[in-house]
């Protein structure tokens, strides 16, 4: 079966843009999850959806916001982009929830780099 | 909030020998994961314990969970160049979110 698809892949933008980035979760899945990637930092929860409900926000600005459709894609958007949000974006379904038994599926992550 | 560290950061052996990584939370946890990142790529969950005490075995990985569920460790038999990357555990921190570890990259010597 499918796995969990991001796009883009990769993206440039200039501080002060705005970006949103596209999560398409394995067939079945509903919960959808979004992590930030960086060196410094690891892995850090940015939020969770399911049935297109966030269930839990992490401790990032209001800048980060997402939703998730009635087709359990979810999208993820940063508005007025700083150069400290260059990272790996992560999303990551899951069946029900992570915490259900279940671990997540990652996908391949979009790059994102402000320049 | 709960932190979860994991030691050491870095670890680089000679092939054939064995790798362990330990993984502790400040608090007591429902059950861990463990994910591999190899480089260039992202996470992928190879396992989740959930017992106390409870050890599991994935071939050439043995995985424990402490018997105070507060610690966890991943141990590596005769390493191979396929086992690079950078290994992370993960505890629940909340509600449908887990908190990593900050990982340990594995490199290996062939």
């Known amino acids: 079966k499918a796995g969990v698809t991001q796009t883009p892949r990769y993206l440039i933008k200039t501080r002060g843009q705005q970006v949103t980035l596209s999560c398409s979760p394995i067939?079945?899945?509903?919960?959808v999850s979004w992590y930030q990637q960086t060196p410094g930092q690891g892995l850090q929860f940015l939020f969770e959806y399911f049935s297109e409900t966030q269930r839990n926000k992490g401790n990032f600005p209001g800048r980060f916001s997402g939703r998730q459709f009635s087709n359990s894609r979810s999208e993820m958007n940063v508005s007025t982009l700083e150069l400290g949000d260059s990272a790996l974006y992560l999303c990551?379904?899951?069946?029900?929830?992570?915490?259900?038994?279940?671990?997540?599926?990652f996908g391949s992550g979009t790059r994102l780099t402000v320049v | 909030g709960q932190q979860v560290m994991q030691i050491p950061q870095y670890q680089h052996v000679q092939e054939g020998e064995d790798f362990t990584t330990y993984c502790n939370s400040s608090t007591t946890l429902s059950n861990i994961q463990w994910y591999k990142q190899r480089p260039g790529g992202h996470p992928v969950f190879l396992i989740q314990?959930?017992?106390?005490?409870e050890v599991k075995k994935q071939k050439r990985l043995t995985f424990q969970f402490g018997e105070a569920k507060k610690n966890s460790s991943l141990h590596i038999t005769a390493t191979q160049t396929t086992d690079v990357g950078t290994y992370f555990c993960?505890?629940?921190?909340?509600?449908?979110?887990?908190?990593f570890g900050q990982g340990t990259r594995l490199t290996i010597n062939p």
């Open positions: 993960a505890g629940p921190g909340g509600a449908q979110k887990l908190v």
């Open positions: 314990l959930v017992k106390s005490g």
């Open positions: 990551a379904s899951s069946l029900v929830s992570v915490s259900a038994n279940y671990g997540y599926t």
């Open positions: 067939s079945g899945h509903r919960s």
